[in-house]
């Protein structure tokens, strides 16, 4: 589920390593819905970001993990989850969340791309600001 831990570890941001013995059974035996999974690695994007934004000797670092980031910002499990029937929002309002965090991202890219440290940091905070915003809103619990 985590594609990104490479990086994560590769910017000296290690997780916790888990004991993966036979023995023991998994946590969650259940399908993850699409748009869970797809936040999960969102997620772990804005972890890698985070430490390094204001650095200007990691932009391009930034940049690399931007572009990840943006590509599932736009991945097709947001609309699957509008659709789906326990979906039990405004679609409206929802998809302004969601273009919200896509404008974020969007700039954070760009900035990260230009060696701009004020554009990587309100780029980052603006898609920051989305995520919170909507999960306070929908409560989606995903």
Same mark, same amino acid.
């Given at each position: ?70 590509? %599932?910002v736009?991945? !097709?499990?947001?609309? =699957?989850?509008? +659709? /789906? ?14 273009? %919200?965090?896509?404008? !974020?991202t969007?700039? =954070?890219?760009e +900035? /990260? ?30």
């Open positions: 589920m985590l594609k990104h831990l490479p990086l994560i570890v590769g910017l000296g941001l290690g997780l916790v390593s888990c004991d993966q013995s036979p023995d023991i059974p998994p946590i969650a035996d259940f399908e993850v819905p699409p748009l869970r999974n797809t936040m999960f690695e969102i997620d772990a994007l804005n972890r890698a970001i985070e430490p390094i934004l204001r650095d200007e000797t990691q932009t391009q670092t930034v940049a690399s993990t931007a572009l990840s980031m943006q590509r %599932w736009n991945d !097709g499990s947001w609309g =699957l989850y509008m +659709a /789906a029937p326990e979906f039990f929002g405004d679609p409206e309002q929802f998809s302004e969340y969601l273009s %919200w965090l896509q404008a !974020g969007n700039q =954070l890219v +900035a /990260a791309e230009a060696g701009d440290l004020t554009g990587i940091r309100n780029g980052f905070i603006r898609a920051q600001q989305s995520c919170t915003a909507c999960h306070k809103r929908f409560q989606p619990n995903i």
